[in-house]
C-alpha cells in the first residue's frame, strides 16, 4: 500500500541530444515599382476664406447616391383591414383564453362544491352512527312537566 523506502541507486541511461536544423533564408527579390501615371490630371481648386488664407486641393466631386425606388402606396383601406385583422386574432385570442378561464373557475368551484358535500356527509354519518350506543334525542321527565303544568304539588 505505501512505498517501500529502500535505497536504490539512479539509473543511469544513454542521453540523445538533438539539435534544430536552420533552414538557409529565402532570397528575396523586392518586385519592381512601375509608377503608374493617371490618365488625366486633376483639377486643383483654391478657396480664400473669410480671414484671408487660401486653402488649395483637389477638386472632389460628390457621389450621387444611388436614386431611390418609388415604393408603391399603400392604401388606406387596406391598412385598415389588415390592422382589424390583426385585432380580430387578438379577440379571438382572448376569447380563447376567457373560456379557458372559465372552464377552470367552474371546475375549481365544483370540486369545492364536492368536497363540501363530503365533508358534511361524513360529518352527518359520524353523528348518526356514534349516538348508537344511547337513544338520541331529549330525554324528558314526563310526570314532573304534567305536575307543572297542571301546577299540582301534591
Given at each position: 500500500?505505501?512505498?517501500?523506502?529502500?535505497?536504490?541507486?539512479?539509473?543511469?541511461?544513454?542521453?540523445?541530444?538533438?539539435?534544430?536544423?536552420?533552414?538557409?533564408?529565402?532570397?528575396?527579390?523586392?518586385?519592381?515599382?512601375?509608377?503608374?501615371?493617371?490618365?488625366?490630371?486633376?483639377?486643383?481648386?483654391?478657396?480664400?476664406?473669410?480671414?484671408?488664407?487660401?486653402?488649395?486641393?483637389?477638386?472632389?466631386?460628390?457621389?450621387?447616391?444611388?436614386?431611390?425606388?418609388?415604393?408603391?402606396?399603400?392604401?388606406?383601406?387596406?391598412?385598415?383591414?389588415?390592422?382589424?385583422?390583426?385585432?380580430?386574432?387578438a379577440v379571438c385570442g382572448g376569447l380563447i383564453l376567457l373560456t379557458s378561464?372559465?372552464?377552470?373557475?367552474?371546475?375549481?368551484?365544483?370540486?369545492?362544491?364536492?368536497?363540501?358535500?363530503?365533508?358534511?356527509?361524513?360529518?352527518?354519518?359520524?353523528?348518526?352512527?356514534?349516538?348508537?350506543?344511547?337513544?338520541?334525542?331529549?330525554?324528558?321527565?314526563?310526570?314532573?312537566?304534567?305536575?307543572?303544568?297542571?301546577?299540582?304539588?301534591?
Amino acid at each position: 500500500m505505501y512505498p517501500d523506502h529502500a535505497h536504490r541507486p539512479p539509473t543511469q541511461g544513454a542521453v540523445e541530444v538533438h539539435q534544430p536544423t536552420p533552414y538557409p533564408p529565402a532570397a528575396v527579390q523586392p518586385a519592381p515599382v512601375v509608377p503608374v501615371q493617371p490618365d488625366t490630371v486633376p483639377a486643383v481648386a483654391s478657396i480664400v476664406l473669410p480671414d484671408g488664407r487660401v486653402v488649395t486641393g483637389y477638386a472632389i466631386n460628390p457621389t450621387q447616391p444611388e436614386p431611390l425606388t418609388t415604393k408603391p402606396a399603400v392604401s388606406r383601406t387596406a391598412v385598415n383591414v389588415a390592422l382589424g385583422g390583426v385585432g380580430f386574432l387578438a379577440v379571438c385570442g382572448g376569447l380563447i383564453l376567457l373560456t379557458s378561464f372559465i372552464a377552470a373557475l367552474t371546475a375549481f368551484i365544483t370540486q369545492l362544491i364536492t368536497l363540501a358535500a363530503v365533508i358534511f356527509g361524513g360529518w352527518i354519518a359520524v353523528q348518526i352512527f356514534s349516538a348508537s350506543g344511547h337513544q338520541g334525542g331529549t330525554t324528558v321527565n314526563i310526570r314532573k312537566a304534567v305536575i307543572k303544568r297542571n301546577k299540582f304539588y301534591g
